[in-house]
């Protein structure tokens, strides 16, 4: 795939600065891929030459019928699966990302963008976009839900994007109150400002789910269960600082649950670039060219970004 642009995600960051163990420098990020189809296998059918193609935070799964979670679409947990950059194939190459002019993949992880999708608006969703929307659609969100965003930024400006779409009524949550006329633009119905504490209190016991966009402190999580209603869910879309730590009462007197998700399989990830194209999802993006890199890795890490970053091959 001859690359046309890549967004920049936290991940990349992480990895460059080893914040997540086990970096193998060198390293080429980037898991927010676009680009057109160059070179194909005589095998690959569904793709030709020429096709506008996506690469998410995933390049290789076994597929296998007889492999336990890839059976039951849930590839990204698949033991031989090999992530978009920083993991190794089984010959024993390492996979790289998408910080530079081409990559190659297996065709199973090149997504057709739709018509109409511009690819700097696609990247993103490869990877935010996917990974937020992806346990939406597992756990049914639907119209009527009250669903929860806490954190406005890269993942949560979707999140709260898709959750409208859906037809959940969106409580958006932040610490920046200049957000809030933006999250009703981009499908909010309501906006709670966590440093008021009267603002907090009215919404306690009424969301179904709740998206965590934001890395909350692991001490905070008591706190956000007494938001929900019983029975909801806490999905942990970012990574708690510590570990959470949490009476076992609270869980049987609220019958709330905590769960994560990882990123989007095929099938979701899929599904999340028709439904981006059908309802007009869109993230707010900066521009960087490819060749600025090092300014817009410092323009993320310095959390001036709005809310996600992509790299333009101009050439």
Known sequence: IKIECCGICGSDLHTLKQEWSGTKYPVIVGHEIVGKVITKGEKVTHLEEGDLVGVGA?????????????????????????????????????AHGGYAEAVRVDSNYAFK????????????LMCAGATVFAPMLQKGVKKGDRVGVIGIGGLGHL???????????????????????????????????????????????????????????????????????????????????????????????????????????IDDLKQTLEFSAKHNILPT??????????????????????YRVVLTNDN
């Open 113 to 124: 963008i739709p018509a109409g999708l511009d690819p700097a608006y696609a990247a993103p």
């Open 285 to 306: 993006i900066e521009k960087f060219s490819m060749e600025d890199v090092n300014s817009a890795l410092e323009h993320v890490n310095n959390g001036k970004a709005r």
């Open 58 to 94: 995933q390049v290789y799964a076994c597929l296998e019928s007889s492999c336990r979670v890839c059976s039951r679409n849930l590839d990204p947990h698949c033991p031989k699966k090999v992530f978009t950059y920083n993991t190794m194939y089984a010959d024993g190459h390492q």
């Open 159 to 265: 999140a709260i994007q898709y959750a409208a779409a859906l037809g959940a009524e969106v409580v958006a949550f932040s610490h920046s109150p200049n957000k809030r006329e933006q999250c009703f633009e981009l499908g909010a119905t309501e906006f709670v400002d966590t440093s008021d504490e009267n603002q907090v209190n009215a919404i306690r016991g009424t969301l179904q789910y709740l998206f965590v966009t934001s890395n909350s402190h692991a001490s905070q999580y008591g706190d956000l269960i007494s938001w929900m209603d019983l029975e909801g869910q806490v999905v942990l879309l970012a990574l708690p600082q510590g570990e959470l730590n949490l009476p076992p009462g609270l869980f049987v007197r609220t019958k709330v649950a905590i769960t994560g998700s990882l990123i989007a399989g």
